[in-house]
């Protein structure tokens, strides 16, 4: 009879910043790094360490000491270190599919770099898994995924229950993708440190191993059985080597080897006699009590959230598509700076970071990040955009009688939307500034109108700007100050080109054209789509006239009291909810033009200040959020709640902006929008994914709360009829089926402490300043041809942007396309160059259940198209047909990557 076989693998799960600030973590990761290289030269036994499956910890040691490089990068091609392939290891759900991809690219570039690639999908810590890993991770080649949490057993470390049904039987299972794709999935069914610390006297190993055996002989499908020697931020353990040699002194029967992943997971795969379970899509814990899924640090630092969106939207779909843009015509794709962007943005999504569940200190810190990324960005964006301009031929424009500008849409679909741009209309160089200052002043503004590229004269609103100082940096000179007399035009533009642009001008006219059309109607706006009626208590009864449904009283908010911390909501026992809808409100008109009516909602409601004081004692002394009895305060105070409601000329849905200045402390603020929906099913935006939920969650679940993760929209549907709820930055929703199947979307959750394991308080956590949230809420008829809700709510994320052009000769037309598709039910992700080439790299996603075909027009500019992957290998060619495409057919959930070499 063979021996099992004890797997110890030593690690330590490295949040880079957390219950510390970074620099203070990143010494205790020195120290780690130093002690694990000291073990490889002077302890054969002691034969490797992961580095938690993520390159930063090298780079931010290396930092330290670059001196290091060369041994580390000579301990990794040893199989001492074990790294990648994540850059970090991130929040899955707070970080959008394109994020997942750029983490991995970079991790595994530096992985090879540094000199091999772990290739084990590594989940530890993460608060849920989303669907679509497997088939991501698949694509990027790896051999098996492991994770932390998601599968019973589940508790807040994850330590073993005796009952309970289980979503797998055995700690290995098969985790699939919706796709059907999938890999060997194995669970720290007795968390990440069920080998820590393990020692090396007898009595006290023999104590140590009958219970540590018999918790993981309990879920083990096979011999060959995983030990996790560490745990968050886990010294190395230096006599690991003698604790080992004690082990099998005391246990003949088994065999203890210092292993690492790699080979476990070959034992495994190659002794799997046992049909193992298949579980698919997200692992987020549903079939539990509720209380520890941690989804709640969707809504902690709300800010934070509203930050990431803004830098992934600036990112992937800003700046990359437009340097393809500018690419195509001849600029340089800026490879190395869009990657300096992407890590510096993703130093922010490791868990604790992201998820806003680390001391105030931290998250000061990350803000500056967000910032600078932001920079690199809008500074990328500006340049692609003027190199553009700069080809485009508009010669055919007259100098001083127009003005032309280019709007750029970097959707995958052609869209209408309303563009405000700032336009120059005569600059003053050389000259003392004062003095231009004041001549610009002094100018007579001309009369315009705006037209199109075709000369068609369109609707706008010119105001005058004023004078504004501005200065050019050239390649080849000084930098050059001005002063400009400027106008800003705001108006709609109709039908810009799918990942294109479309020219405009603003032109002198003797007799500007006067517009006087209006969608404003008694009490509220309509257009061709909708009709919006706004209600004396500051509801909306919201119309849509495809379907014929009407949703009444939606739009109202909720304010409740939060006795939780940052991972965790907890509404104080006896608590009622505080509605707006209970108080009237006042509104105005406060823009009517032809292309857009806005109304603003005001409205007060009065709410507690904070909870009791004996919360803090209950923080400092460690009491269970669960059995915390803490009340809200009997003192109210006033909120002001301010709502911007828009409606565009062609727009499908009511745009929606809340702004309030938070002085209260320890509550949750949401919006509510009651469907009235006749449905028990609900789907979301997740990871390259529109994922289908219940209403209801698993008889298990004992939280009162049922918060769910959510990216840019949530929405449902009857047979006729539906709604979806798009956000910018709102990652926290909830279904509410006793409030006619409502979708509860969190605006701020203010909260005292981190929680966990001690006591960290967090006073900045209570968000007390000015804060806005903005949404759009889309009705839509089932099954109607003419607008598909989904794409709606992925451009709600993405601003139509302008630049201002001079008239010259160029060699690009006034409008263009660069990339024209079609495809029912599929949704492009991402364009982008491909790493260090020219090829450009296009990603779509089926977000449907059915079998799609995604038709491409074939390019005069392109060679050739080949099929690729997420980390973008040449995997096959693809031959276009003979009227010019190129079709594909896409499997349900199915990510697909396109190559397409010049």
């Avoid at 919006?532 to 739009?555: F, H, M, P, R, W």
């Avoid at 409100?585 to 909870?611: F, G, H, M, N, R």
């Avoid at 020219?838 to 995604?854: A, Y």
């Amino acid at each position: 009879m063979s021996k099992k076989v004890i797997h110890i693998v030593s690690h330590s799960h490295w949040d880079r910043e957390w219950y510390m600030p970074f620099e203070k973590h990143r010494l205790k990761l020195v120290n780690l790094v130093d002690d694990c290289l000291e073990l490889f030269e002077h302890e054969d036994g002691f034969k490797s360490f992961h580095l938690d499956g993520q390159c930063i910890v090298l780079d931010d040691y290396l930092e330290v000491k670059p001196e290091k490089k060369e041994l580390i990068k000579k301990n990794i091609l040893e199989d001492k270190f074990y790294v990648g392939p994540w850059y970090i290891l991130q929040d899955e759900f707070l970080t959008n599919g394109e994020s997942n991809v750029r983490n991995l690219l970079i991790g595994i570039e530096e992985a090879n770099e540094y000199g091999k690639l772990c290739k084990i999908g590594y989940f530890p810590d993460a608060f849920g898994n989303a669907g679509q890993m497997p088939q991501l991770l698949k694509q990027a080649g790896m051999d098996a995924v492991i994770f932390g949490r998601g599968v019973k057993p589940v508790g807040f470390n994850n330590e073993v229950i005796k009952t309970g049904e289980y979503e797998s039987f055995y700690s290995e299972m098969l985790w699939n993708s919706p796709d059907g794709s999938g890999l060997l999935g194995i669970l720290f069914a007795n968390w990440y440190n069920n080998g820590a610390e393990i020692p090396v006297k007898e009595v006290e190993a023999k104590e140590f191993w009958d219970k540590k055996l018999a918790d993981v002989l309990r879920f083990a499908s096979t011999d060959h059985l995983l030990f996790m020697n560490g745990c968050d931020h886990q010294p190395v353990q230096k006599d690991l080597a003698q604790a080992i040699a004690t082990a099998n002194r005391l246990y003949p029967d088994y065999e203890f080897v210092h292993s690492n992943f790699k080979d476990y997971i070959t034992c495994v795969k190659e002794s799997q006699t046992n049909k193992l379970s298949t579980v698919t899509g997200e692992l987020t814990s549903q079939m539990t009590d509720g209380w520890t899924t941690l989804v709640n640090t969707t809504s902690s630092r709300i800010y934070l959230k509203q930050l990431n969106r803004e830098n992934e939207v600036s990112l992937s779909n800003l700046a990359e598509p437009l340097a393809v843009f500018a690419a195509d015509a001849g600029a340089a794709y800026p490879h190395e700076t869009l990657k300096y962007a992407w890590k510096k943005l993703m130093q922010n999504h490791p868990h604790d970071s992201i998820c806003g569940c680390s001391t105030d200190e931290v998250h000061r810190d990350m803000e500056t990040r967000f910032h600078n990324s932001l920079q690199v960005s809008t500074s990328l964006i500006t340049e692609s955009m003027d190199f553009l301009g700069n080809q485009i031929d508009t010669s055919g424009f007259k100098e001083g009688v127009d003005y032309p500008f280019t709007v750029f849409n970097t959707t995958g679909w052609k869209r209408s939307g309303v563009v405000t741009v700032t336009l120059d209309i005569e600059r003053l160089y050389k000259q003392n500034l004062n003095v231009s200052y004041h001549k610009m002043k002094e100018l007579t503004l001309k009369k315009f109108v705006l037209k199109d590229n075709n000369g068609a004269v369109i609707p706008c609103e010119i105001q005058d700007a004023k004078v504004r100082f501005g200065y050019d940096l050239p390649d080849d000179k000084f930098r050059q100050p001005y002063m400009a007399r400027c106008v800003t035009v705001t108006f709609e533009a109709e039908e810009v080109p799918a990942m294109g642009y479309r020219v405009y001008a603003l032109s002198a006219a003797e007799s500007p054209v006067k517009v006087n059309d209006s969608f404003v109607i008694k009490d509220g706006m309509e257009n061709q789509f909708i009709k919006v009626t706004i209600n004396t208590n500051g509801t909306i009864n919201l119309l849509d006239k495809a379907s014929g449904k009407c949703y009444e009283q939606i739009c109202y908010y909720e304010d409740t009291g939060d006795i939780g911390n940052e991972y965790i909501y907890r509404q104080p026992d006896g608590d009622k909810a505080i509605l707006s809808k209970d108080s009237t409100a006042a509104s105005l008109l406060v823009e009517d033009t032809s292309y857009q009516a806005v109304y603003k909602i005001t409205q007060t409601i009065e709410i507690p200040e904070s909870a009791e004081d004996t919360l803090y004692e209950e923080i400092i002394s460690m009491t269970d959020v669960k059995h915390r009895k803490a009340k809200r305060s009997t003192k109210l105070l006033p909120l002001e709640i301010t709502t911007y409601l828009t409606l565009e000329k062609n727009g499908h849905g009511v745009k929606v902006r809340v702004e309030f200045d938070n002085r209260m402390k320890d509550h949750r603020l949401r919006v509510i929008l009651p469907t009235g929906l006749d449905t028990n099913r609900h789907f979301t935006d997740s990871v390259f994914e529109v994922a289908d939920r219940p209403n209801h969650h698993y008889p298990e679940w004992k939280n009162p709360s049922g918060c769910e993760h959510q990216q840019c929209f949530t929405g449902m549907k009857e047979e006729k009829a539906g709604l979806v709820a798009a956000n910018f930055g709102l990652y926290e929703y909830e279904i509410l089926p006793d409030q006619k199947n409502a979708i509860a979307i969190t605006l701020l959750r203010a909260v005292g402490e981190l929680g966990d394991w001690g006591v960290f308080l967090t006073p900045e956590a209570q968000i007390q300043k000015k804060c806005s949230a903005s949404f759009e809420i889309i009705p839509f008829a089932v099954n109607s041809e003419e607008m598909d809700p989904i794409t709606e709510a992925f451009q709600f994320q993405v601003p139509l942007t302008a630049c201002q052009i001079f008239i010259h000769k160029g060699s690009l037309p006034l409008e263009q396309s660069y990339l024209e598709w079609e495809g029912q039910g599929i949704y492009l992700t991402g364009m982008k160059n491909r790493q260090d080439s020219r090829d450009r790299i296009v990603r779509f996603m089926n977000g449907t259940s059915q079998v799609r075909t995604l038709t491409l027009k074939k390019s005069d500019k392109v060679s050739r198209y080949y099929r690729s992957n997420v980390i973008e290998e040449h995997l096959n060619d693809l031959t276009a047909n003979e009227n010019g495409t190129i079709t594909l057919t896409v499997n349900p959930y199915e990510i697909v990557t396109i190559g397409q070499e010049a």
